[in-house]
Nanobody
Framework: EVQLVESGGGSVQAGGSLRLSCAAS????????IGWVRQAPGKEREGISC??????????YYADFVKGRFTISRDNAKNTVYLQMNSLKPEDTADFYC?????????????WGRGTQVTVSS
């Protein structure tokens, strides 16, 4: 069974940092890209970052509003992707989710974690 479990959310003041983790199981982790999205109350879900598959020289993507503040990384030995978030702003307050598009029995589907909440106070 494919599972993604986020952790590391919490409450911080503006300017603070958090590191989110996405622990994966049920698929060959290093063969799949992993992404992060967030959804703030009353707003649409928005993509934040993703990291390519493989075991070195990863490609990464960042939305403009997190460039220079957030860093995505992966540890294939731990089946975990991290999102280091620095210089947090109140507008970063949201539920954060990781996802992966995984082939299971030849069918590709998008799998989501249950999310972790991030609250940034001014």
């Amino acid at each position: 069974e494919v599972q993604l479990v986020e952790s590391g959310g919490g409450s911080v003041q503006a300017g603070g940092s958090l590191r989110l983790s996405c622990a994966a199981s049920g698929f060959t982790f290093d063969e799949y890209a992993i992404g992060w999205v967030r959804q703030a109350p009353g707003k649409e879900r928005e993509g934040i970052s993703c990291i390519s598959n493989g075991d070195a020289h990863y490609s990464t993507y960042y939305a403009d509003f997190v460039k220079g503040r957030f860093t995505i990384s992966r540890d294939n030995a731990k089946n975990t992707v991290y999102l280091q978030m620095n210089s947090l702003k109140p507008e970063d307050t949201a539920d954060f989710y990781c996802y992966a598009d995984v082939f299971v029995y030849g069918v590709k589907d998008k799998y989501w974690g249950r999310g972790t909440q991030v609250t940034v106070s001014s």
